[in-house]
Nanobody, 117 residues
Framework: QVQLVESGGGSVQSGGSLTLSCTAS????????MNWYRQTPGKQRELVAG???????KYDDSVKGRFTISRKGAERTVTLQMDSLRPEDTAVYYC???????????WGQGTQVTVSS
């Protein structure tokens, strides 16, 4: 069972930045596709960004040019750098891992991101 622990959520004003981090418990981290999803009340979770073990990335159109996903194998960590944040980015952000792009069976507990106008 892979455990994912997220950190870095919080509140920021529009135009600000936040960095989310997710650390995996498994030494097999380097094999996983790592993703960030987000969810707002009443809506399904949506893929924000993902990165494969080889470094291929995918972004939702709404965050392209503003968010950057990266991973550090030695630290078993995936990071989501969020710049130029907008109120519509407000959501609970979840780390996700698996072997298939772009969703896997393992989820973190979620971290709240709130962007005020």
């Amino acid at each position: 069972q892979v455990q994912l622990v997220e950190s870095g959520g919080g509140s920021v004003q529009s135009g600000g930045s936040l960095t989310l981090s997710c650390t995996a418990s498994e030494s097999g981290f380097s094999l996983y596709v790592m993703n960030w999803y987000r969810q707002t009340p009443g809506k399904q979770r949506e893929l924000v960004a993902g990165i494969t073990s080889g470094g291929t990335t995918k972004y939702d159109d709404s965050v392209k040019g503003r968010f950057t996903i990266s991973r550090k194998g030695a630290e078993r960590t995936v990071t989501l750098q969020m710049d130029s944040l907008r109120p519509e980015d407000t959501a609970v952000y979840y780390c996700n891992a698996g072997f298939s792009a772009w969703i896997g069976p393992y989820w973190g507990q979620g971290t709240q991101v709130t962007v005020s106008s």
